[in-house]
């Protein structure tokens, strides 16, 4: 048991990365003026996203920064992570490719190929961390999930 950090529940941490990554980025690029092929790059580009003329009100303008912010710690997150992990994400979610298609993109059997996505899911939440506080997002979404025990 470790005396820093409380356990992980893998199983829901690995649920909340993959419905994050599915059904939180797209409304993150549509809100920040970007499109998905934009995370395709290993350098995202500095530019803001496009906008479409019309005078946002200041709230919109501050969410559309804070998405920008997000996607940029998506980008940074799944650009950062060890080689194989960041093939993997890469492929999963920013490419929407199936998980039969990234397996055989690897070259790694169907049981393998599980372990290491779980793997790299996981290896994106820590990682997740980090990169929004560096990206000064707010507020801070901690993708992690911890199991029950005593305090």
């Not at 479409?52 to 998506?74: C, D, V, Y």
């Not at 993997?88 to 599980?114: C, K, P, S």
């Amino acid at each position: 048991m470790s005396l820093l950090f409380r356990e992980l529940d893998c199983d829901k941490t690995c649920d909340r990365v993959d419905e994050f990554l599915t059904d939180d980025l797209e409304k993150l690029i549509l809100m920040s003026g970007r499109n998905l092929t934009d995370l395709r790059s290993p350098s995202l580009s500095l530019a803001p996203g496009h906008s479409n003329g019309t005078n946002h009100a200041e709230a919109s303008i501050i969410r559309g920064l804070n998405a920008e912010a997000e996607i940029r710690a998506i980008h940074h997150t799944i650009y950062h992570l060890p080689e194989m992990s960041k093939i993997i994400m890469r492929d999963l979610y920013i490419y929407q490719m199936e998980n039969w298609q990234v397996a055989e993109a690897i070259r790694y059997g169907h049981t393998q190929y599980n372990v290491l996505r779980r793997r790299a899911q996981l290896f994106f939440a820590d990682s997740f961390d980090h990169w929004q506080r560096y990206m000064a997002c707010s507020p801070i979404i901690d993708l992690h999930r911890y199991k029950k025990g005593p305090e």
